[in-house]
Every structure is written in structure tokens, then in C-alpha cells.
């Protein structure tokens, strides 16, 4: 019923930004709601930002006011703007959607369908 695409990871010096990409090239992205996952190297899943069908949106304290997550219903699409991007931030990121209640989650169990990943890697 949906199928995702992640594009936009790069290597990135501190301080420097990126824009990844989240489309549906199959079903309708703006009847999910979708969250930014990220897993860095011998990590656990994170879930970072996301954003409701009613464009909600919950990001937490330690990408506050550096990344912003928000939609674009004309390329059926979620993006996530990474700005200030640390050392600590590298990983790979992953889009992922549920319909169910439409609401935001960061609980990366609650996600039904998942892009492929994105890598991003800010040395120090």
C-alpha cells in the first residue's frame, strides 16, 4: 500500500546542513503519519522527528531548532531540513509511515512501512 524512498545522505562537516528526501512512489504519504528514524553505528533506533496527517509535529530536545520536518503534498513527499549538523548526529535514516491513528509517534515499533535508509556522516 505504500512505498518509500529515501534520498539526500551525505558526508557533511560540522556545522554544514542537508535535505533529505522522503517520497511515495506508491499510495498517498499525506494519509500516514510519518517520523524520521535514525540508527547510528552499533546503535539502537532513535526516532527523532514527526509529523501528523493534521501536519502536527514533535521533534526531540537534541535536534531542537536544528532540523525541521514538514510535507509537501505536491511531490508526495516528507522532508527532513538538517541544519547545524553535528558529529553526533551521524547515522543512517531511515522514513517511516503507519496509518493507523494518523498521529505522531517516536516509537520506531509503532511504524508500519519503512524507506530504505539514507547514510549521513559528519566527522568530527
Known amino acids: 500500500q505504500l512505498q518509500l524512498v529515501e534520498s539526500g545522505g551525505d558526508a557533511v562537516q560540522p556545522g554544514g546542513s542537508l535535505r533529505l528526501s522522503c517520497a511515495a512512489r506508491?499510495?498517498?504519504?499525506?494519509?500516514?503519519?510519518v517520523a524520521w528514524i535514525r540508527q547510528a553505528p552499533e546503535k539502537g533506533q532513535e526516532g527523532i522527528s514527526c509529523?501528523?496527517?493534521?501536519?502536527?509535529?514533535v521533534v526531540i530536545d537534541s535536534v531542537k531548532g536544528r532540523f525541521t520536518i514538514h510535507r509537501d503534498t505536491s511531490t508526495n513527499s516528507v522532508y527532513l531540513q538538517m541544519n547545524m549538523l553535528k558529529p553526533e548526529d551521524t547515522a543512517v535514516y531511515y522514513c517511516?509511515?503507519?496509518?493507523?491513528?494518523?498521529?505522531?509517534?517516536?516509537?520506531?515499533?509503532?511504524?508500519?512501512?519503512w524507506g530504505q535508509g539514507t547514510t549521513v556522516t559528519v566527522p568530527a
Open positions: 517511516a509511515a503507519v496509518q493507523r491513528s494518523g498521529l505522531c509517534t517516536l516509537d520506531p515499533s509503532d511504524y508500519e512501512y
Open positions: 506508491i499510495g498517498r504519504l499525506d494519509t500516514f503519519a
Open positions: 509529523i501528523s496527517v493534521k501536519l502536527d509535529k
